[in-house]
């Protein structure tokens, strides 16, 4: 049976060796704790790599995840760079003394005020959009006007909308909160879940599914995966994209919610001046120009272009409400939705 | 660094213990070695628990406003999923477990084994691939909206999602309860059966009345992992919109930012499954003396006749159909999809190796170290050891987001103290595999432990009597005897890590891929095609994994 342990041996070797040598990072190599998971940030990585010869070593997880790890690793932490796919949580991470100022007029003026910290310890590198979409066959663009229109009892049993455990409906909420006040933001809460086709669940692309199959007749969607389903693989996602069509609501007023994915320098590090470099990297004109093509997301940057089916999308009037701001409402948001049985 | 200082105590050579009626080993301090080593070993594993207990004490934000507003709803779900699911795991488990070991029919030896395999489709992987149910139902539900109400309307889709989640939960769960039941009912003893039989009882007498009962506290044992299972899945309950205690947890923690509550939760978590292991202990308490007399007439099986087979081959067929069968066929099509269009292959080889390397390795180590660590508990009758050897298996019952937070913190404090020559372990393989460790401890601990209740001690005592060590006794008595028990449960434990995610997302190294990480972004970007391919990996080698299992569980314990 000794012969077990042998066998067993190379393995268990070959775990320490394994254990030992993965994480630590050179010099010239920088750490990114992420909650971003597209195939396209990968070759954007590898991009930066070939461009610089600096690697990049990832961590793909839950951004709230991430801070939590930030926070137990503490000044021990390999990463350098955080970040996430919400702004509400780039701000928490901020406010917990996870992030230092990035120091770079050349980054923070590059992108409009709204999508950056004032205090300059994140900055925005792509907008998201959530609108609403509707049916092509069963609704009007005329009955379709601002977020809180949807509370209106002629949306009952008509709203398709993802769970209140996600980050986007979270920072909407938020928005709602900072424009109408508590009160009239958990009212909304309570009447849009009354008229919801079916209780929440499922992502974005499946709430856009839902008006294809007829279930729903208007969802509240981030505007790429209008465009993701539409360039997808997947017949079935297509015929779901064609079947809907896309409305910024709130023009008359404030402007369409609109979040980011961001990023910031984690506090402590050594490497900040290459952390910079990729910040800059991301923020280029080339590169702002790649992900409005390829993820259909808006850019950041103020130079950067559309991408044509953004352009098809429209010109649209965005909520320039500090994400600080909404970051501190976000538990807030968070105990309406429940208060309101928003599951 | 943790697997290895455990490691050590208990292979150093060590032989005197003095007679055991001379000391009383109550609540002692351990003085010898492997006391030691349970010491070392049960601590380890107590510390992240321990660890993230520790926040308990502090001041919480949330708690009132989650008791007011859907603790209700998250206990309501998960007593929902927790009864159902068991109910419909005991009827697709029991019957073909008793058919299978007691006829013969087309297909038998086919199903015998086969019926396990659902065991290697993660319940994140079987909910995507079930998720297009719902969607299929659109069509149903509109027309009862139109034509009978929109409030019926509602009630359809509630009960049309959450049967399917039901059903799905439990066609993934219950070989669990297939496998205790096979195991239960080919051992029992042939002469009750036969007896019962011969005082003229119908076969269905014989099952209610006999062999069922008999059986009962290997049901037990299968439902108190069906049940864990179920309070611990994060991934389906979450795809289909059914919030439960643990996605109460990750929402609390991670939504919030509010961990006391969210420990809270995870309190009441491991207190509900802590009762549940004690009513489970309480049954298989009586199971001893049933063991002990099961006798060595060999199993004669009854051939069934052309009609009764094929039914016996379709109560079988139904649940390896919805476990299996149902949920492979999408992922081949889908997978077939993704590979023969220009999309590339979605697997790097690198993630595929490492992934597989981790999984192997780690479960290699974990059941080794748990092999001796049963062993140094039972090799003296203390209260304090055979607590131990429970506690240390407690891991099984707490959320993996919780045990990974746990390590966070266990192993952050060690890397603070800065130890000369001790590299940091934070964000290393050995943090993520400690982690798996703690919380799969279980189910090597459970095997051993079976495994030696069923060798019982002679040969031990006989060993022990002729002058030889107990390391010497353990490698040359016990390792050898026990060696299907223990590929058996190192195969499980290998299947469990492959698919394990929530853990391995929150303490991976950098730039470290899974086969189960990879699916999962995949599925969160919902690229069904291309995510079906690294799952189709994971149920293949999964499947592997489990058939070797099977293999050596139904083996005679010490053939050689």
């Known amino acids: 049976m000794k012969r077990l342990l042998f066998r067993a041996f190379p393995f268990v070797a070959g775990l320490m060796v394994a254990g030992t040598t993965v994480s630590f990072a050179q010099d010239d190599e920088l750490t990114l704790y992420t909650q971003r998971h597209y195939a396209f940030d990968e070759e954007l990585q590898q991009m930066f790599t070939e461009e610089t010869g600096i690697k990049i070593n990832v961590v793909k997880a839950n951004a709230d995840e991430l801070i939590t790890r930030l926070q137990e690793e503490g000044e021990n932490t390999p990463a350098d760079l955080y970040m996430t796919a919400d702004g509400g949580t780039l701000s928490r991470a901020a406010e917990a003394g996870l992030l230092q100022p990035i120091q770079s007029e050349k980054i923070m003026e590059s992108v409009p005020k709204f999508l950056r910290d004032p205090d300059g310890r994140w900055v925005a590198i792509t907008q998201r959009a959530r609108v609403i979409v509707y049916s092509k066959d069963r609704v009007a663009p005329a009955e379709l006007s601002t977020y809180e229109n949807l509370a209106d009892p002629s949306w009952r049993g008509r709203i398709a909308i993802r769970s209140s455990s996600n980050s986007y409906n979270q920072s909407l909420m938020t928005t709602i909160i900072a424009a109408n006040g508590a009160e009239e933001a958990e009212k909304w809460a309570a009447a849009v879940r009354k008229n919801m086709a079916r209780p929440p669940q499922g992502s974005d692309r499946d709430q856009i599914r839902a008006i294809a199959g007829g279930l729903a007749d208007v969802a509240v969607v981030n505007t790429y995966y209008v465009g993701l389903l539409e360039t997808s693989e997947d017949a079935k996602d297509r015929e779901a994209a064609a079947a809907v069509k896309l409305f910024f609501p709130n023009q008359e007023g404030r402007g369409t919610h609109v979040n980011i994915s961001g990023i910031g320098i984690v506090k402590g590090t050594k490497k900040a001046d290459l952390a910079r470099k990729y910040i800059e990297f991301l923020l280029s004109d080339k590169v702002q120009n790649m992900i409005s093509e390829a993820t259909f997301e808006y850019p950041a940057a103020k130079t950067a272009k559309w991408s044509e089916m953004q352009e098809g999308w429209g010109e649209f009037k965005a909520d320039e409400v500090s994400m600080s701001k909404l970051g501190a409402l976000n538990a807030e948001a968070i105990r309406m939705f429940n208060r309101a049985g928003w599951e | ?560």
């Open chain 2, 1 to 560: 660094m943790a697997i290895t200082g455990t490691a050590e105590a208990p292979t150093s050579p060590e032989a005197q213990l003095p007679p055991r009626s001379t000391r009383k080993a109550w609540l002692r301090w351990p003085t010898d070695r492997w006391g030691f080593g349970v010491a070392v070993v049960a601590g380890l594993i107590l510390l992240p628990l321990i660890a993230v207990l520790l926040y308990l004490g502090r001041e919480s934000v949330e708690w009132d406003h989650l008791v007011s507003t859907v603790l209700g709803g998250y206990l309501k779900n998960t007593l929902i999923l927790v009864l159902a699911v068991t109910a419909t795991v005991l009827l697709m488990a029991i019957p073909p477990a008793w058919i299978v070991t007691n006829y013969d029919f087309p297909g038998r030896w086919l199903f015998s084994w086969a019926l396990v395999l659902p065991l290697a489709i993660p319940t994140y992987v079987a909910a995507f691939v079930f998720y297009q149910g719902p969607e299929a139902a659109i069509p149903l539900l509109i027309w009862i909206r139109t034509n009978i109400s929109i409030d019926a309307f509602f009630v359809a889709e509630l009960v049309i999602r959450y049967g399917l989640l039901i059903v799905m939960l439990a066609a993934v769960l219950y070989p669990y309860v297939y496998l205790a039941c096979r195991a239960a009912f080919s051992q029992q003893s042939r002469t009750v059966i036969e007896a019962a039989r011969c005082l003229g009882d119908s076969p269905r007498k014989v099952f209610f009345g006999v062999a069922l009962p008999m059986a009962r506290p290997a049901i037990a044992a299968g439902t108190a992992l069906v049940i864990m299972e179920v309070i611990n899945d994060y991934g389906a309950v979450h795809f289909f919109g059914v919030p439960t205690l643990t996605e109460g947890i990750f929402r609390t923690w991670f939504n919030m930012g509010d961990k006391v509550s969210a420990l809270r939760l995870a309190g009441i978590v491991m207190l509900a499954v802590a009762v549940l292991l004690v009513v489970e202990q309480l049954l298989r308490g009586r199971a001893r003396y049933v063991e002990a007399e099961a006798s060595s007439v060999p199993l004669v099986r009854t051939k069934l006749p052309r009609g009764r087979g094929m039914f016996a081959a379709m109560v079988c067929l139904v649940p390896l159909s919805i476990g299996f069968l149902y949920p492979v066929t999408r992922l081949v099509m889908w997978a077939w999809a993704n590979l023969t269009s220009d999309a590339g292959v979605p697997i790097r080889a690198e993630a595929l190796g490492r992934g597989l390397l981790l999984a192997a390795g780690t479960a290699t180590a974990v059941t080794l170290i748990a092999a001796i660590f049963m062993y140094a508990v039972r090799l003296r009758t203390s209260a304090t050891r055979s607590s131990l050897g429970r506690v240390a298996g407690l891991g099984y019952a707490t959320p993996g987001a919780v045990i990974a937070v746990g390590v966070l913190v266990a192993v952050g404090a060690f890397d603070r103290l800065d130890l000369p020559w001790v590299p940091i372990i934070s964000g290393t393989l050995f943090a993520i595999a400690f982690a798996y460790m703690v919380r799969f401890f279980a189910i090597p601990l459970q095997f051993t432990r079976a495994g030696m209740d069923r060798l019982g001690k002679p040969l031990e005592e006989a060993s022990r009597l002729l002058g030889k060590s107990p390391m010497a006794t353990f490698l040359k008595i016990d390792l050898p005897l026990l060696r299907g028990p223990l590929i058996a449960a190192g195969m499980l434990l290998f299947v469990d890590i492959l698919k394990e995610l929530p853990l391995t997302l929150i303490l991976r190294p950098a730039n470290f891929e899974t086969l189960a990480t990879t699916a999962f972004s995949l599925a969160s970007e919902a690229r069904l095609q291309a995510c079906a391919v690294p799952s189709l990996v994971i149920v293949i080698a999964g499947g592997i994994g489990l058939v070797v299992m099977n293999r050596w569980m139904s083996a005679p314990s010490s053939h050689e």
